[in-house]
C-alpha cells in the first residue's frame, strides 16, 4: 500500500497562475482533506471531503477550490496563484470522521514569486 | 478538544537522556479523542498514537509512552533513552469545536544531539 500520495512535490508559480496538486489514497478512506503549513502557524483545513461527490470549507477556503470526483483521489485547485499561498500542502485521509486517525501525505511545497 | 496547547517549543537533550513532551488541552466534553504527530526534518508528518478520553491507561510502545490523565486534562509524551533519530517536531492534536477540523498545538521542535 502506498498510502497517501500527492503530487508535485515542489512547485514555483508566478502570480497569477494556476495548478492543481493530486491527493490520492490507497486505503479505500471516506475522509480526505487539504491542509496548509505555514511557519508560525501550525496546520490548517482548508477545504475537506465526507465522501466521493462532496467537499466542504475548513478554515482557510479563500483563493482554493476542491473536488473529489473519485473516493480515491481529492484536488486542491489555486485559480490565481498569490504570494500568499506560498506554504507546504499536506493532503490527509481517514475512515471515517475526526475522531479517526489521519493518515497524511508527504507534502507539497509551493512557492508563489 | 476545543484548544491543544504545547508549551514547550524547542526541547535539546542529548543522546540516552529521557525527554517529556508535555501536551495539555481544553474541552467541555465528556467524549474527545487525541492524537500525537512526528514531523521529521524530511517533512512528513508521520501518525504516532490515538487515544480517547475513556482510556486513561498509559500506553508504551518501544521507546516511546504517553501518559492520559484527565485530572491536569493533559497528554504528555516521552520518548526514552533518545536518539538522533528521533530529532523532529512533534504536534498533539484533537478534534476542534467546528466538528469538522483537526486542531493542531503548535508543535515542540525536539533535536537530540549526540
Known amino acids: 500500500n502506498a498510502g497517501v500520495t500527492q503530487t508535485p512535490k515542489f512547485r514555483v508559480l508566478k502570480t497569477g497562475q494556476s495548478m492543481t496538486l493530486l491527493c490520492a489514497q490507497d486505503m479505500n478512506h471516506e475522509y480526505m482533506y487539504w491542509y496548509r503549513q505555514d511557519p508560525g502557524m501550525g496546520l490548517r483545513l482548508i477545504h475537506y471531503?465526507?465522501?466521493?461527490?462532496?467537499?466542504a470549507k475548513g478554515e482557510v477556503p479563500d483563493g482554493y477550490n476542491v473536488s473529489r470526483l473519485k473516493k480515491q483521489n481529492f484536488l486542491l485547485g489555486l485559480e490565481s496563484a498569490a504570494p500568499s499561498q506560498t506554504s507546504v500542502y499536506f493532503c490527509?485521509?481517514?475512515?471515517?470522521?475526526?475522531?479517526?486517525?489521519?493518515?497524511f501525505g508527504p507534502g507539497t511545497r509551493l512557492t508563489v514569486l | 478538544a476545543q484548544k491543544v496547547t504545547q508549551a514547550q517549543t524547542e526541547i535539546s537533550v542529548v543522546e540516552k537522556e529521557d525527554v517529556t513532551l508535555d501536551c495539555v488541552y481544553e474541552t467541555r466534553d465528556t467524549t474527545y479523542y487525541l492524537f500525537w504527530y512526528k514531523q521529521p526534518p524530511s517533512g512528513e508528518l508521520v501518525f504516532l498514537i490515538r487515544?480517547?478520553?475513556?482510556?486513561?491507561q498509559n500506553e508504551i510502545s518501544g521507546r516511546y509512552s504517553w501518559n492520559f490523565q484527565k485530572s491536569t486534562s493533559s497528554f504528555n509524551f516521552t520518548i526514552t533513552a533518545s536518539q538522533v533519530v528521533d530529532s523532529a517536531v512533534y504536534f498533539c492534536?484533537?478534534?476542534?469545536?467546528?466538528?469538522?477540523?483537526?486542531?493542531f498545538g503548535g508543535g515542540t521542535r525536539l533535536m537530540v544531539k549526540p
Open positions: 490527509a485521509s481517514s475512515y471515517s470522521d475526526l475522531t479517526d486517525t489521519q493518515y
Open positions: 471531503s465526507v465522501g466521493e461527490g462532496t467537499t
Open positions: 492534536a484533537s478534534p476542534g469545536d467546528a466538528g469538522n477540523m483537526l486542531t
Open positions: 487515544r480517547n478520553s475513556f482510556d486513561e
